[in-house]
Structure formats: structure tokens, C-alpha cells
């Protein structure tokens, strides 16, 4: 089955994926021009790109050349590889706090939606995703190792659009969760599929559910919540 998503995994791969930066400090940060001035929180950071998070309600994916002098220094010099170890030392949780407070490091983003409507008798190589609402999780946790997904816990416990309807409704051979590993080990792609797909002219829908991770060689479950709204834009 997993062959059938290649394609698609390769661009979210190369769209989404950015060395994780945890913890930066906020900052002002400027453009090449001196114009634009946004305070905000360096998340990512791959030595070219930078990921923003703006106190203005943006994140935004600016090549470095974009950025001030002063911006482009702080980066060169604070992160040359593109990551940060020191900061990381200095600043992370020591192991097992997160847990010890009931909470998880695991981060979970959305990369990517479809919404497959039905067809006739297609042949996979022509509609290779089954019809329905399909949704891309980047899961990622920086103290651990990503190693799958618990189908059997893992739930939805909700999952409609902005008109009410309830995109979980139907029947599907398709399993609810898939997982695929990325390469660094820390992270991966949930695959998420409900065989409903929205109403026409839906601009957003509404998840809600937990997730449950594997972690480590002994497959430990991470229970995660989900609570995301997706942008449709039908």
C-alpha cells in the first residue's frame, strides 16, 4: 500500500520537513529592506530557510538571503549546521519530565489535505487514493524515536466540516491511521483517511481525537491529543 503514496510523500517531504530548532528565544526579526519589522520565534532551521512564528499570527518559511544582515549573522553564527545543540542542552527538559508531568514532547503539525470525491470503477493508477477526506500529520518528537502508530487506540472522536457534516460516516477497507517513518527517525507522516467527504463550498473542517505513537524499540505507546481545525478551501 505504501507504494501507492510515494509520490505524495516525496513533495510533503520536501515542502514540510525543516530541521526542528526547539526552544529559540523571540526576537524582532527584519527583512533585506528594513520595511518589514515582526517580533517572533525561530521554530525551524535547515541552514537556508528559516521557519517563523510571528507574534502577528503567521508562520512564514523565509530563505535566509530575504532576512537583514543582523537576522542572517544571528543565524550563521548561532546555528552553522542548522541546528542548535548548545541551545538544546541548555534549555531542554531533562528526560522523562515531560512525562512526569503528564505531558508529551511530541509535536504534531498538519502537511497536507485531500479530498477525494467518488468515482467509477477507477483503477488505482489513475485515482490511487480511495475516495474520501484525507489529512497528512507531521508527527515529530525530539526526545525519542517515532517507530509507528497504535491503530487500535489511536481514535477520532469527531471529524465534520464547518456545515455539520460528519466526514467519519460510511464504510471504508482503508485503515484510519497509516504511519511512514522519516528518515531521521525522530519523526514521521500519519496518514489519516475517513471515507466522507465534505460538503461543497466547505472552507474548513474540525478534528478532534488522540493519537497514540510508538516510541523506542519496545513500541511504548505516547498518547497525543488531536485538536485541529484543516483549512478545505472547496
Not at 480511495?130 to 489511536?154: C, I, N
Not at 493519537?211 to 472547496?234: A, M, R
Amino acid at each position: 500500500m505504501r507504494s501507492r503514496f510515494a509520490p505524495l510523500y516525496a513533495l510533503l517531504l520536501c515542502v514540510t520537513v525543516l530541521a526542528t530548532v526547539a526552544f529559540a528565544e523571540i526576537r524582532e526579526w527584519s527583512d533585506f529592506t528594513g520595511a518589514f519589522k515582526s517580533k517572533g520565534e525561530l521554530i525551524a532551521f535547515d541552514g537556508k530557510v528559516a521557519r517563523l512564528s510571528l507574534d502577528i499570527g503567521q508562520t512564514v518559511n523565509l530563505p535566509i538571503e530575504k532576512l537583514s544582515t543582523a537576522d542572517q549573522d544571528y543565524l550563521k553564527s548561532s546555528f552553522p549546521n542548522g541546528k542548535s545543540p548548545e541551545l538544546l542542552k541548555m534549555k531542554a527538559p531533562a528526560k522523562g519530565a515531560a512525562a512526569a508531568a503528564g505531558k508529551t514532547s511530541v509535536k504534531v503539525e498538519l502537511a497536507g489535505v485531500a479530498v477525494v470525491k467518488p468515482s467509477a470503477n477507477l483503477p488505482p493508477e489513475v485515482a490511487p487514493l480511495p475516495p474520501g477526506t484525507h489529512l497528512w500529520l507531521l508527527v515529530s518528537d525530539p526526545e525519542g524515536t517515532l517507530a509507528g502508530v497504535d491503530t487500535a487506540k489511536s481514535k477520532i472522536a469527531s471529524f465534520t466540516d464547518n456545515k455539520g457534516t460528519d466526514l467519519t460516516e460510511g464504510e471504508s477497507t482503508e485503515a484510519a491511521f497509516e504511519f511512514t517513518p522519516l528518515p531521521d527517525g525522530k519523526s514521521g507522516l500519519v496518514h489519516l483517511h475517513r471515507p466522507q467527504v465534505p460538503e461543497v463550498k466547505s472552507v474548513r473542517a474540525t478534528l478532534k481525537g488522540q493519537l497514540h505513537l510508538q516510541s523506542g524499540p519496545d513500541g511504548n505507546s505516547i498518547p497525543v491529543p488531536l485538536n485541529l481545525e484543516v483549512t478545505l478551501g472547496l
